[in-house]
């Protein structure tokens, strides 16, 4: 893994009409602070064509949601956290919460995890899943959505993480630590 900006973004989601300014207000405090990292956003092809719109002026990238992606029925929030998995052409991805702001520059996030050789797939924040780094593999994405399918049911926050420890122990859990 290198440091290279370029292959490195900050990710949030809108997957609901109310979830657009909120996601637009996270990418411009980012853009605020001096962030060297690129940012992008995943959405739904359901949200009405002016809302896709004011998104693709805010941000760098967008990712639409593909049908028949989510094999394990979560619900659109909790999928949405494992959609970073899918995303080959970033070697890390750091996925905040559309209901955060950046009022830092925190790109030390991707630093910190680089220095460390980050051999894992997956950090989250203890609490809530706020804050996720990820390192993109198809094969771990298909591996947690089939331990997902086996859950049979399990489909809120704590199933996932049941899931993820279960189906692959190289991910690890990590706290971040304001400022």
């Not at 949030?12 to 605020?32: G, H, I, N, Q």
């Not at 980050?118 to 706020?130: D, H, I, N, R, V």
């Not at 049911?153 to 704590?158: A, F, I």
């Amino acid at each position: 893994m290198t440091d290279n900006p370029n292959s490195q973004v900050w990710l949030t989601s809108a997957l609901t009409e109310s979830d657009v300014p909120k996601a637009l207000t996270l990418c411009f405090s980012l853009k605020r602070v001096l962030t060297g990292r690129k940012v992008g956003v995943i959405t739904s092809r359901q949200l009405p064509n002016r809302l896709i719109e004011s998104l693709r002026q805010g941000f760098e990238y967008m990712f639409f949601l593909e049908d028949g992606r989510n094999s394990a029925g979560l619900k659109e929030q909790d999928f949405i956290k494992l959609f970073p998995l899918t995303l080959k052409p970033f070697e890390m991805c750091v996925f905040l919460s559309p209901t955060m702001l950046a009022v830092q520059n925190c790109d030390k996030i991707f630093d910190e995890c680089c220095s460390q050789r980050f051999s894992g797939y997956l950090l989250t924040e203890a609490t809530g899943m706020e804050v996720f780094v990820i390192k993109p593999s198809v094969k771990v994405f298909e591996n947690l959505m089939n331990g997902l399918v086996e859950t049979r049911g399990l489909v809120n926050s704590e199933a996932m993480e049941l899931g993820l420890h279960g189906k692959c122990p190289t991910i690890v859990k990590r706290s971040f630590v304001n400022g």
